[in-house]
């Protein structure tokens, strides 16, 4: 979702006749768009932000944007003790970007406003459909920062795909409970089959569906359209009912279970979120979620230690000692590492339909990764009989 609105934020800036560059010493603007969900994340972008200084300072008219979640929360804290930053553009604010820009007097908008060559070589089009959410899982800072869910309007949002997709074959539709999407009526399934019948989409992925929001008329819209791709990447957190209700998740651990077996029907490969080491988790806790782990057999997963946000439930409890939460982790990462290649070695004889990202390499449906000698047309969609698998790639 970052990497989106950066990509927003970027067109806005290619309006002020900037251009793109990862040499900093080329550079007139750093634009540094934060994230704040875990602490560490937060103590990257500020310290990155410290460093600039001596880089704003080398060459007079240079500038920098801190801007996103990090700067939403320590907006008055960064005003203060990092006066290097020209501009601080919180989340919440991000739609209001282009005239931060213009009232800052900073920037100048151009005529002939330079056009975005980056985005334009990637397979994946990324498109936001709602901001905000409105869940209030106890640990996390999402709704502090980014504020209610809202739903952008089909309209928009089609328009926004059609766009994107005569560049981009894939699209990946965004929001972070992009399943709770609704607009006046309009839902998520009515969303996903649309954008399935733009012609020049190939295929379509979205991120982060929330296992409460899944519904029926999510089945049957994925049994009806073969562009819908056979991957969901679905946070679980925790394996166990009673820390999730502690996290306010919503569902129990069987309820999920339940989901990933009527995916894998539908021969979906899962991939997740968990976080170890949430304050009330035993080692009992623990255990079954590696239980559940095991039974789901993900394909991948992004597994956090608990990371106390200031201001969230959980933040007032009392932490596990780091000695036990990075043991959990390390035993959780093998098992997931198990888990990977299992489900990476269970394609070898299928045919798989290769979206290639690269002349030499592309996804299968299933968000596997594909590597072949042979050179092919980056955004061509091919089927491929799978002959091997080293556990990390498919050959
Ligand atoms: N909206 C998505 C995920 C958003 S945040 C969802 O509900 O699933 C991405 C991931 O960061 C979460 O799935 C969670 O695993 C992790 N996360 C969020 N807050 C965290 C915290 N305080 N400590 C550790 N991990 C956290
Ligand atoms: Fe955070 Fe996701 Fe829960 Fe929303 S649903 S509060 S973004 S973890």
Known sequence: MNEADSEEM???????????????????LVLINTCTIRDHAEHRALSYLGRLAKWKAEKQ?????FAGCAAERLGKLV????????????????????EILEKSSL????????????????????????RGCSCKCAYCIVPYVRGEASSISPEIVLENCRQKAKTHPEIMLLGQTVN??????????????EVC??????????????????KDDFYKVVQDNKKIARHLHLPLQSGSTKVLKDMKRLYTAEEYF???????????????????????ETEEDFKQTLELVKKCNFSFAYCFKFSPREGTPAAELKEIPQKIVENRLNILLNEIRECSALAYKSRIGQKEEILFETKNSGRTSGNLW?????LEKVGTIKEILIKDSNGKILK
């Open 370 to 374: 594909y590597r072949t000698n042979t």
């Open 180 to 193: 709770a999407y609704n607009y006046k009526g309009f839902t998520f399934a009515k969303l996903l089959e």
């Open 79 to 98: 005003q203060k003790r990092f006066p290097q930053a020209d501009i601080i553009c919180g989340a919440k604010s991000l739609d209001k970007f282009p």
């Open 10 to 28: 970027l067109l806005h800036l290619f309006g002020f006749g900037y251009q793109k560059t990862s040499v900093l010493n080329e550079a007139d």
């Open 197 to 214: 019948k733009i012609p020049e989409v190939k295929r379509v992925r979205f991120l982060s569906p929330h296992p409460v929001f899944i």
């Open 258 to 280: 339940e989901i990933i077996k009527n995916l894998k029907q539908l021969d979906f490969l899962i991939s997740t979120d968990i976080i170890v080491g949430y304050p009330t």
């Open 61 to 65: 008219g240079r500038k920098i944007i």
């Open 107 to 130: 920037f100048k908008p151009i005529k002939t406003a330079n056009t975005p060559k980056e985005a334009s070589k990637k397979v994946t089009g990324q498109v936001s459909i709602m």
